[in-house]
T-cell receptor
């Protein structure tokens, strides 16, 4: 597609359930990022993928959070045993290496709004 | 370590008035700086970026920003506000273009009145 696609756009889940959030980056973008946007914390970095590997996962808030990327494309962010404080908008972004050898700016998807009740 | 401070969680202007959204950064290495805009229920859209070329950067929708190293600032301006500019604006810093990780400010909500 033309842009970064995230699904679902909205997710309501019960506390304690597991959820999976999906991100389809722009075709050909090798770098993929997950961010979280919440009222109290603003925009926070969660994890970065280069291809299928995650050299930087320093932003994952706890071991209940994990992410994977397959085929250098689709990524899934999984939250186990969800808690109410996990309620937020989860944003995915992607970028690619330009002619200068540096990565372009990040292109963001519209996000998944997660509500834990 | 990097950080971004956006002064004012809300800024109100009248249509046609000057828009000024303030951003100050802290970075231990030469920064790359970005302004993103977020419309309701939308993702983030890049307005403009500074990557060590010209210090005055022009972006989309008539916005521009000036990198001032001595003031560690990257304020966003637009000469004449339009109703469609009402949105939340985020300033962000990274050590490299694209990756590394973006560090965002808390955001400034721009309100435009007729």
């Amino acid at each position: 597609g033309a842009g970064v696609s995230q699904s679902p756009s909205n997710k309501v889940t019960e506390k304690g359930k597991d959820v999976e959030l999906r991100c389809d980056p722009i075709s050909g973008h090798t770098a993929l990022y997950w961010y979280r946007q919440s009222l109290g914390q603003g925009l926070e970095f969660l994890i970065y993928f280069q291809g299928n590997s995650a050299p930087d996962k320093s932003g994952l808030p706890s071991d209940r959070f994990s992410a994977e990327r397959t085929g250098g494309s689709v990524s899934t962010l999984t939250i186990q045993r969800t808690q109410q404080e996990d309620s937020a908008v989860y944003l995915c972004a992607s970028s690619f290496m330009g002619d200068t050898g540096e990565y372009t700016e990040a292109f963001f998807g519209q996000g998944t709004r997660l509500t834990v009740v | 370590a990097q950080s971004v401070t956006q002064l004012g969680s809300h800024v109100s202007v009248s249509e046609g008035a000057l828009v000024l959204l303030r951003c100050n950064y802290s970075s231990s290495v030469p920064p790359y700086l970005f302004w993103y805009v977020q419309y309701p229920n939308q993702g983030l859209q890049l307005l403009l970026k500074y990557t060590s070329a010209a210090t005055l950067v022009k972006g989309i929708n008539g916005f521009e920003a000036e990198f001032k190293k001595s003031e560690t600032s990257f304020h966003l301006t637009k000469p004449s506000a339009h109703m469609s500019d009402a949105a939340e604006y985020f300033c962000a810093v990274s050590a490299l273009a694209g990756y590394s990780t973006l560090t965002f400010g808390k955001g400034t909500m721009l309100l435009v009145s007729p």
